[in-house]
């Protein structure tokens, strides 16, 4: 069954469309993530399919009630954490979830009930009287994902939800976010980290440019879109050797000074480099990042 | 959603309302002694040292004539602080209104959310102006309570024309030109210092035109005991102002905020 559908989606600001035809399919209980460089349009489909914006054309059903029309009904099942901290800074932790809860419109015995297991989960039990200023980037993070849980929802949107954090944080969070997906929650996020998505996704779909260019399981992207191997060379006389790799494997690829070569059988290639001591090189196996540079380019994108 | 569509609007505003009640309700005191600090000053001044010189004045003591035009000054200026700077303080620097239309509220509740409660700091603001012009036995009772609606329409009137000027604005500098060259010079126009009667018959036609003009035209004979002649005119404008300016503001709001 699925949770959320979108048919068609476009979205222009004056004359620039910056989502041009996306059609999504989210499954309950599935953690989907949307992939893509800044500017991809991750965060308008996002803002589209919570109804907070008005699509130019297309369809939109989110937890069986179309939007915008019945927004509001869909987004009190749905928890939404923004790529920008938006907590209260004049309230404490606690006030922040009890104010939090009122826009759902839950009694307070109800939230009061719940805000011990919300501390517990974002790893805050005892911060309860802490203003939000003396918090750190990482407890902000997880007291916002605790936030977008006050109405128990039965989706949860979360747009680039470690952004920021250093990776002691980001694996708390992750360690978080499957927690919840083993609980049944249904989890749809944005991101641009290959590791997350890696991680976390059953399926992604990676998007450029207005439009979705693929879509899969990461497994089988990789599979799908790229040589298993690759090996990285740089150095010294790199770009002549490459002239010579040309002949030894499908595919190279220059960025800045490095020589991507990315190939099934490696052999021909390490034995090329064998003899070039002024050479270095690199051979691993193709990630997601290899997917996602070939789909989307190595252009800079500010 | 057509933009130009009337406000959707729900029982949601009321816990925005409720979050700006939380935060003031620890800010209380000083918040209401900031807001008399200013007119009071202004009234003990003018009042006392400008009315010594002018002695008897439209049949009563300079500065009780001062007060009454100071209680709908002291209004207008707590609705407008609030719609202006603390409201675009959470619309644009702390993105609190970013937070709470992820859940089941419109941006429309939100912005009646702010609405409301700019009104209510101007009743807790002409509120106890009223109570020292009570003390000084300026106000005739119960006549005086009559005066609190008419605050809170002040108040609406005001917090909608703020809550569209903050809907335009891309700092806190923007307010300046609001303040200095809106709403000061309508403070000069409105009848508080001087009657309008003694400027130019054209003035005279603008300054009818004003919000604050007809709020001090139904306060100051509210405090004398007295309804004013077409007290219904007056409070007519003052809900104009308040309805029209309400509904610019949401469009304005909408056209920054839904794109």
Redesign the interface.
């Given at each position: 069954m699925n949770v959320l559908s979108a048919k068609g989606l476009r979205k222009s600001?004056d004359d620039n469309e910056v989502v041009r035809g996306v059609d999504l399919e989210v499954a309950k209980g599935e953690c989907f993530g949307l992939l893509g460089p800044n500017g991809a349009g991750k965060t308008t489909t996002l803002r589209l399919c919570?109804g907070?914006?008005?699509p130019g054309a297309g369809e939109i059903e989110l937890l069986g009630e179309p939007v915008?029309a019945r927004a509001?009904?869909a987004?009190?099942k749905v928890g939404?954490v923004?790529q920008?901290d938006?907590?209260?800074?004049?309230?404490t932790v606690t006030?922040n979830l009890l104010?939090?809860s009122?826009?759902?419109?839950l009694p307070a015995h109800a939230i009061q009930a719940r805000i011990p297991g919300l501390l517990e989960f974002a790893g805050l039990s005892g911060r309860g009287d802490s203003r939000i200023n003396t918090l750190s980037g990482g407890m902000k993070r997880r007291l916002t994902l605790a936030r977008a849980l006050v109405?128990d929802p039965q989706l949860l949107f979360m747009d680039e939800p470690t952004t920021g954090l250093d990776p002691q944080a980001r694996h708390l969070i992750w360690e978080r976010l499957r927690r919840l997906a083993q609980e049944g929650k249904t989890l749809v996020l944005t991101t641009h980290f290959m590791e997350e998505a890696e991680r976390l996704c059953n399926r992604l779909a990676i998007m450029d440019k207005g439009l979705i260019i693929a879509q899969g399981s990461p497994r089988a992207l990789v599979a799908e879109h790229i040589e298993p191997q690759v090996v990285e060379v740089h150095g010294a006389g790199h770009e002549a050797w490459a002239e010579k790799a040309r002949s030894l494997c499908p595919r190279v690829e220059f960025a800045g000074d490095t020589v991507f070569c990315y190939a099934t059988d490696v052999k021909p290639i390490l034995e090329s480099l064998a003899g070039q001591s002024e050479l270095l090189y690199m051979h691993r196996a193709a990630s997601l990042e290899d997917v996602f540079l070939k789909l989307t380019g190595r252009d800079l994108r500010d | 959603?057509n933009r130009y569509a009337p406000p959707n609007l729900?029982l949601?505003w009321i816990?925005?309302w409720?979050?700006n009640a939380?935060?003031w309700q620890r800010l209380a005191i000083p918040s209401i002694l900031g807001n008399l600090a200013d007119p009071l000053i202004m009234l003990f001044g003018l009042g006392y040292g400008l009315g010594a010189m002018i002695g008897n004045f439209q049949g009563t003591t300079y500065f009780a004539w001062l007060a009454a035009g100071f209680v709908a000054t002291s209004s207008m200026y707590a609705a407008t602080f609030e719609s202006l700077y603390s409201a675009f303080s959470r619309m644009h620097v702390?993105?609190?209104w970013?937070?709470?239309?992820?859940?089941?509220?419109?941006l429309d509740d939100v912005l009646a959310g702010e609405y409301a409660w700019a009104a209510t700091k101007s009743l807790a603001a002409g509120g106890c102006m009223l109570i020292v012009v009570s003390l000084f036995g300026y106000a005739k009772f119960p006549w005086v309570f009559a005066a609190l609606p008419v605050i809170v329409l002040i108040g609406l009137a005001f917090a909608a024309l703020g809550l569209a000027i903050n809907a335009l604005a891309h700092g806190y500098d923007f307010f300046s030109y609001y303040m200095t060259l809106v709403l000061t010079p309508m403070m000069m126009l409105s009848g508080v210092f001087f009657p309008v009667d003694r400027m130019p018959e054209v003035v005279q036609l603008g300054a009818k035109a004003l919000p604050l003009y007809h709020g001090v035209a139904i306060i100051r004979p509210l405090l004398a005991g007295e309804i004013a002649p077409g007290a219904w005119v007056h409070v007519a404008v003052l809900a104009l102002y308040a309805v029209a300016g309400f509904y610019l503001a949401t469009v304005l709001t909408r056209r920054r905020l839904?794109?």
């Open positions: 600001y919570l907070l914006t008005e915008p509001r009904e987004r009190a939404v923004p920008f938006n907590l209260d800074p004049d309230f006030e104010v939090y009122r826009y759902f419109g109405n | 959603m729900s949601r816990p925005v409720r979050r939380l935060v702390q993105r609190t970013d937070a709470i239309v992820n859940a089941p509220v419109t839904l794109k």
